[in-house]
């Protein structure tokens, strides 16, 4: 069982959630007796949140419209040895919460995520199924790291990731940024199997297929850029570089031939672009320093918080 006197906080963002935040509450605070539920509101237009201060959760507010806004105030605002946070749409398994702390103490772990699995056709919708996983493989791909949910919304954190992790997302990629934080630091993590289940009826999804799609993808181009600007930016300079010596072998060939260069403007392109490849791989090395120097000062503000006390 779970250390008794550790500190566990439930973190609950909502938006709209009347017709389920009073059961997730209820279900959390039966799972977790002694943990303190925080329901965030952000931004409801239905009885939100005097249904969740009638089940019992202290309830706050943050006006800034998206999920990052509300898990940027949530982590900076909440004390706690360890963290759950979970959407407050209930269609995330309470009785879960237990195992996948004891994971997270027993193995001396930072971050436990809830992999997803349906236990209804409705839990997921066909364009969210694809693009989970989609999403999923590149972000494995490109960092590395076999995740095999990484949108999900169900996490466990310690102190130490909580307190070292700058939420920069504005919406609903903040998933992903949880995820880059954990691999670019080479946290330990683990994933534990959890049901998942359809909405309540009343309650409606805030995801957009598409444009949360793009956004999520875009904010993993983002971070690859950020995190490893090395192999971007060469990756960017070989490219260019390639089609420089492409549209040159031309002119060069003709220059031997004819002693002439009758394509001029191929050559000055040739040439700009050679310039840019050289200069891209060039920036790439600058911002590898500077990538090196701010991940030593996440990894420093991570080890300046206690480690959890398992005795």
């Not at 959407?87 to 436990?112: E, F, K, Q």
């Not at 971070?223 to 089609?243: C, D, M, N, Q």
Request: charged residues 25%.
């Amino acid at each position: 069982m779970t250390t008794p006197a550790l500190r566990v906080a439930v973190l609950v963002p909502c938006f709209n959630e009347e017709a389920a935040v009073a059961t997730v509450v209820a279900d959390f605070r039966k799972a977790l007796p002694a943990a303190e539920i925080f329901v965030y509101d952000n931004n409801s237009t239905d009885r939100t949140i005097e249904v969740a201060r009638a089940a019992g959760a202290e309830v706050r507010s943050e006006r800034r419209q998206g999920k990052g806004h509300v898990v940027r105030r949530m982590f900076a605002d909440i004390d706690a040895d360890i963290y759950v946070l979970v959407d407050g749409d209930a269609t995330y398994d309470a009785p879960s919460a237990p195992r996948m702390i004891d994971r997270l103490v027993s193995d001396h772990l930072d971050m436990v995520v809830g992999f997803r699995v349906d236990q209804s056709v409705a839990a997921y919708r066909p364009g969210h199924r694809t693009g989970n996983w989609m999403l999923t493989s590149f972000l494995s791909a490109v960092f590395g790291h076999d995740f095999k949910d990484v949108l999900s919304g169900y996490r466990v954190f310690s102190r130490r990731f909580v307190k070292s992790f700058p939420v920069l997302s504005d919406g609903f990629e903040i998933e992903t940024e949880l995820s880059v934080h954990a691999l670019e630091l080479a946290l330990p993590v683990s994933e534990i199997e959890t049901p998942y289940y359809a909405r309540p009826e009343g309650s409606v999804s805030k995801l957009n297929t598409w444009r949360d799609g793009f956004r999520i993808l875009g904010t993993i181009l983002k971070l690859y850029r950020s995190e490893k600007p090395l192999r971007f930016f060469t990756a960017i300079g070989i490219i260019l570089a390639l089609l420089s010596i492409a549209l040159a072998i031309p002119v060069i060939i003709t220059y031997l031939e004819v002693g002439l260069v009758p394509r001029l403007p191929t050559a000055v392109l040739s040439m700009g672009l050679m310039i840019v490849a050289i200069l891209s791989i060039s920036s790439g090395l600058v911002l590898d320093t500077v990538t090196r120097g701010r991940r030593e000062m996440k990894l420093l503000a991570y080890l300046s918080q206690p480690a959890i006390d398992r005795n």
